[in-house]
């Protein structure tokens, strides 16, 4: 099993940066690609950004493509998204995940899914 927990939400004002991580315990996640989702209220979750079990591969929305980098540390069992130039349109929580690379950016195929984090854009 793995527990996945993601932290580094909060307030910040639009145009702000923001860096989320998705710490991982039970096994380690070097076995896995990771990815990362969000909702919004009223809105279907969203595929965000995925790397590969190696970091060799990225993926990203085009909602976020060039404001979002996500990178993974294994010595640490974390991932990472660093969030910048932060809209009103990006306030949602936030969500990491583990699956495999094939099927990342379908959140119900995925192996592990952490609880969430919240992240508000203020205008």
């Known amino acids: 099993q793995v527990q996945l927990v993601e932290s580094g939400g909060g307030w910040v004002q639009a145009g702000g940066s923001l860096r989320l991580s998705c710490v991982a315990s039970g096994r380690t996640l070097s076995s896995y690609s990771m990815a990362w989702f969000r909702q919004a209220p009223g809105k279907e979750r969203e595929f965000l950004a995925a790397i590969s079990q190696r970091g060799g591969f990225t993926s990203y929305a085009d909602s976020v493509r060039g404001r979002f980098t996500i990178s993974r540390d294994s010595a640490k069992n974390t991932v990472y998204l660093r969030m910048n130039s932060l809209e009103p349109e990006d306030t949602a929580v936030y969500y990491c995940?583990?699956?495999?690379?094939?099927?990342?950016?379908?959140?119900?195929?995925?192996?592990?899914w952490g609880q969430g984090t919240q992240v508000t854009v203020s205008s």
């Open positions: 995940a583990a699956g495999e690379w094939a099927t990342i950016s379908d959140w119900d195929l995925q192996d592990y």
